[in-house]
């Protein structure tokens, strides 16, 4: 099928470089064809974030975006920062909190419902979007340039050969791909490795968020509340944090963020969130509530530093795919929406001036004289300063941001890639978790039940080993198995051979997409690839 752009995922920065590059055509009266190929099953099933969104993106892409009952309806009303100890909380005065703290003119939302709407004007528009078709490899021209993608095949059975519902994938050309697949995107990574994108930037790095939905009792329920807290159950040294924000329909999300370049392999991020719930300023706005939805997600935190060359031949990463997160605000989908609009004026432009398979300069050229470089770059240090540790970390961020308004001379660079930092376990104490009591606090496998994930069980794994030796000879007798505990949805677990030996045991029906594996596997063994299409989580309102 032959396209002028494909676009790789469906979230806010795909979805938003569609609408942009129908407006453009529509605005010149000429036909323009665009295609959005979504891995979930429906677009918005794999979105999940906070969310507390800045609405400036897509005030410029749509708008009119109230007239047209965008889900953009609860205004944020309150900010409350809070360290944590085990038994306390200190909260931090508003007259102190950094500008990147205050939400004035954001509204608390769920961005899977947002990019649903996306979904239906990009449709109004004329975009063709495909539901259930992941991109799973990328295709070249003779000269080297991207071609387009082509889709998994459906219908391949555990043994790799094709079932009787077996289908081949498609191949999709286009003048100008745009890779918008999120956090540590599968054909993302294969792109800057092939064209080298990452010389000379700073290693990417990460964090895991948790999040649950609940519906709480009406009368502890205040939209437009949004708390972030620091400290507690994390220990000084290891960077994380939460977030509980207020919807509407006595709803509230309630998250939970560990920074991936943590060292201590027994710690586990999802019973760090469990036990994060048990605090008394949070138990107090849970308990006598249900819970009703469950994901979770990794997140570009890197920054400015971190991003790589956004174009190569025939094609661009946007969004999240390159890593456009602010994770000073915790913020990611007005950058999406921003640089999936920049993108598409640059691919608009060149399919105009008859362009096709070369780079798209125009767009990080755009992108350095954009509010949202300004905004980057005013915090381009604060990740590298809270790895820091919590005192010295939040007390720098104090100075940079609300002393000095981000304008510093100086630029602190990331060291290490995530899955460099694990200590051996023979250096490190195991962490005593409490079991779940299944009302505030829950195990992974109910946790899954309700993130609605499925895969067709009849398919190769997609979660793959290089090495099928290395986690038991390596994860396991150095590390204590690490990927039993970050991941998210029981998809690793070492068992036991009749003989006694250990085996890892890959689940990955319970795959929630999350990537985590592909980040922290200390070895970097684990290669996250498309599952068939439809496939992982389908998440309501999250």
Known sequence: MEYDVVIVGGGPAGLSAAIRLKQRAAEKGIELGVCVLEKGSEIGAHILSGAVMDPRAISELIPDWKEKDAPLNVDVTEDRFLF???????????????????????????????????????????????????????????????????????????????????????????????????ARGHLGRQLQDHFKLRDGSDPQVY?????????????????????????????????????LYHLDNNQVMVGFVVGLGYQNPYLSPFEEFQRYKTHPEIR??????????????????????????????????????????????IKGSHAAIKTGMLAADA??????????????????ESFKTSWLHTELHRARNFKQWMSKGLYLGALMVGIEQKLMGGNVPWTLH????????????????????????????????????????????????????????????????TYAGPESRYCPA??????????GSDRLQINAQNCVHCKT????????????????????????NM
């Open 414 to 477: 990331h060291q290490h890639w995530d899955h460099e930092m694990l200590k051996p376990a023979s250096q490190c104490k195991p962490i005593d978790y409490p079991k779940p009591d299944g009302k505030l606090t829950f195990d992974r496998l109910s946790s899954v039940f309700i993130s609605n994930t499925n895969h067709e069980e009849n398919q190769p794994t997609h979660l793959t080993l290089k090495d099928p030796g290395v986690p038991v000879n390596v994860n396991w007798q």
């Open 84 to 182: 944590l100890t085990e038994a306390g909380a200190k909260a931090v005065p508003n007259w102190a909190l950094p500008d990147n703290f205050k939400n004035h003119g954001n509204y608390v939302i769920s961005l899977a419902n947002v990019t649903r709407w996306l979904g239906q004007q990009a449709e109004t528009l004329g975009v063709e979007i495909f539901p259930g078709f992941p991109a799973a490899e990328v295709l070249y021209n003779e000269d080297g340039s991207v071609r387009g993608v082509a889709t998994g095949n459906m219908g391949v059975g555990k043994n790799g050969e094709p079932t009787e519902n077996f289908q081949l994938g498609m191949e999709l050309h286009a003048k100008y791909t745009l890779f918008c697949e999120g």
């Open 490 to 499: 029981a998809v690793y677990e070492f068992v036991k051979n009749g003989d």
């Open 207 to 243: 964090g895991i968020g948790i999040k649950e939905l609940w519906e709480i009792a009406p009368e502890k329920h205040k939209p437009g509340l949004v708390i972030h807290t620091a400290g507690w159950p994390l220990e000084n040294d290891t960077y994380g944090g939460s977030f």
């Open 517 to 540: 594996c592909d980040i922290k596997d200390p070895t970097q063994n684990i290669v996250w690839v498309t599952p068939e299409g439809g496939g992982g989580p389908n998440y309501p």
């Open 284 to 329: 107090k706005f849970l308990e006598g509530g249900k819970r009703v939805s469950y994901g979770a997600r990794a997140i570009t935190a890197g920054g400015l530093m971190s991003l790589p060359k956004l174009v190569f031949p025939g094609g661009a990463l946007v969004g999240d795919e390159a890593g456009f997160l602010n994770a000073s605000r």
């Open 347 to 364: 691919a608009f432009d060149a399919v105009q001036a008859g362009r096709s398979g070369d780079e798209l300069t125009a767009y990080p």
